[in-house]
């Protein structure tokens, strides 16, 4: 059982300095806009992935006007403490378990699972293939210790290889040795991270689509599918076979570079025919999924952050989710609304204890 218990923020965006007690499982975050919310939720995520979800750059997490911020959490993994200290300063950045630094994050990634659905993770239904790819990315580093490298590594290669097609075309003479060399660099690679997301997606889609009947609590027919251009072919073959296209578009039409999730409401197009309703309730349905997944690999429940997420639930999909989140899992959950009333009225309607923090 993973447990945050206390964490203290000093010059971490909005937060000049500020301690927080948790002593539920269920934490219920509520203010108004622009009070904090969001950005102590994401203190926690920064605790736990070693970055932020939303900023790109420690320094815009960074409160205005200072030169870096430190984040202490101190969590409680099985009956043992774990104190993770995070602190900036201009572009460094240092992180600790238990006082002892660590020399790479990637060796942190993991320790404290988390899952976090915030609003724009609506992108993940509605927005680019790359946001999707992310999404499975994501979790994979969570679950996989070497896969940040592979994917390191291709990318490294893709891009290369990207550079090497632009050589050719402008200049002729270039001979073809080296994209035949990066070709076969690149085909065991790519194939080893097609391997890594085909097995973790024959088992997440599926569950999605059961978390999504669930809790929309209707039979409505979902068909979530996992797209690679390496379904049928290996990836060097399709390489050699693409030359020439590749050559002409400068660019590299084929790898899991090109990979996708295809989502579908009744056999068309999820993005183009769900309501509001429905795309939030699939979103919630794979970030379930990844967390069950995340949950039984690990052995224990991950940390659950939901921001703001009741927008646009009725209120039957709302209860069915806080069944789940809040009562058929033990691991902590932190929810955050604008709403106090909302949140409480939800939560009592479930019979649930939690801890109420207003931000002022
Ligand atoms: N680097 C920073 N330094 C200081 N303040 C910051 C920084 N980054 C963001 N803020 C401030 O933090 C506040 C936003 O906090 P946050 O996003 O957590 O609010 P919220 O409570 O989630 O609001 P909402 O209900 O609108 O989602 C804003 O007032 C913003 O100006
Ligand atoms: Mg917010």
Redesign the pocket.
């Known amino acids: 059982m993973l447990t945050l218990n206390r964490i203290r923020l000093t010059q971490y965006?909005?937060y000049a300095q500020r301690e927080f007690e948790f002593n539920h499982n269920v934490v219920a975050i509520t203010?108004l806009?622009?009070?904090?919310?969001?950005?102590l939720l994401d203190a926690i995520h920064y605790c736990c992935l070693a970055k932020s979800y939303f900023s790109p750059s420690s320094q815009?997490?960074?409160?205005?006007g200072t030169d870096g911020f430190r984040i202490e959490g101190y969590f409680n993994k099985d009956e043992r403490a774990l104190d993770v200290v995070c602190v900036t300063r201009g572009n460094k950045k240092e992180l600790s378990l238990n006082a002892i630094p660590y020399e790479k994050f990637s060796q942190h990634i993991g320790t404290l699972p988390i899952v976090m659905i915030a609003p724009d993770d609506i992108e993940l239904i509605t927005g680019a293939a790359e946001q999707r790819r992310n999404f499975v990315d994501t979790l994979l580093c969570q679950l996989k210790p070497g896969y940040i490298q592979e994917l390191i590594k291709y990318n490294r290669l893709l891009q290369q290889r990207n550079s090497q097609l632009r050589l050719m075309a402008s200049d002729s003479a270039v001979s073809s040795e080296i994209l035949d060399i990066l070709d076969e660099q690149m085909a065991p690679v790519g194939l080893a991270i097609y391997k890594s997301r085909k097995e973790l997606l024959d088992k997440l889609l599926p569950l999605a689509a059961t978390f999504y009947r669930r809790i929309s609590g209707t039979d409505e027919n979902v068909f979530l599918v996992y797209q690679s251009q390496l379904e049928n072919e290996e990836l060097l073959a399709l390489l050699v076979k693409g030359r020439e296209k590749d050559l002409i578009t400068q660019r590299s039409n084929w790898g899991i570079h090109r990979d996708d999730l295809i989502f579908q409401l009744e056999s068309k197009l999820f993005r183009l025919v769900a309501s509001q309703g429905q795309r939030k309730s699939l979103l919630f349905a794979l970030k379930l999924a990844e967390f069950e997944i995340i949950k039984e690999r690990k052995g224990f429940s991950p940390m659950l952050l939901m921001d703001?997420v009741f927008e646009k639930l009725d209120g039957h999909r709302m209860n069915h989710l806080l069944q789940w989140v809040c009562t058929d899992n033990e691991g902590q959950v932190f929810i955050?609304d604008?709403h106090r009333e909302r949140l409480e009225e939800a939560f009592d309607s479930v019979d649930i204890t939690y801890q109420m923090i207003e931000?002022e």
Request: aromatic content about 6%; hydrophobic content about 20%; cysteine-free.
């Open positions: 965006k909005n203010g806009n622009g009070k904090g919310k969001t950005n815009l997490s960074t409160m205005f703001d955050t604008t931000l």
